[in-house]
């Protein structure tokens, strides 16, 4: 099992920034893969960024390219999205993820809003 705990998102206006992060703890010799979704009222959830343990690129929505940044820290077990430029339609609740080879493990979700 692998428990996640994501920090407080928040209230930020139109080009603000915001930094979230997720801490996985339990079974995390077998996290492979660690990121974040998003999901917006009316809408299905969407992949926001993704890392991969042990390094490698990481992969991103499109819509999000050249905004958002997901690092991680191995160390400390956590995953972190820096999102920058963040706009209206930024605004959802985000998801922190963890995928082992047999199962994903979400986060309870954390709200950001941006006003224009």
């Known amino acids: 099992q692998v428990q996640l705990v994501e920090s407080r998102g928040g209230l930020v206006q139109t080009g603000g920034s915001l930094r979230l992060s997720c801490a996985a703890s339990?079974?995390?010799?077998?996290?492979?893969?660690m990121g974040w979704y998003r999901q917006a009222p009316g809408k299905e959830r969407e992949l926001v960024a993704l890392t991969i343990a042990g390094g490698g690129k990481p992969s991103y929505a499109d819509s999000v390219k050249g905004r958002f940044t997901i690092s991680r820290d191995s160390a400390k077990n956590t995953v972190f999205l820096q999102m920058n430029s963040l706009r209206p339609e930024d605004s959802a609740v985000y998801y922190c993820?963890?995928?082992?080879?047999?199962?994903?493990?979400w986060g309870k979700g954390t709200q950001v809003t941006v006003t224009s």
């Open positions: 339990g079974s995390i010799f077998s996290i492979n893969v």
């Open positions: 993820i963890a995928k082992t080879i047999t199962t994903t493990y």
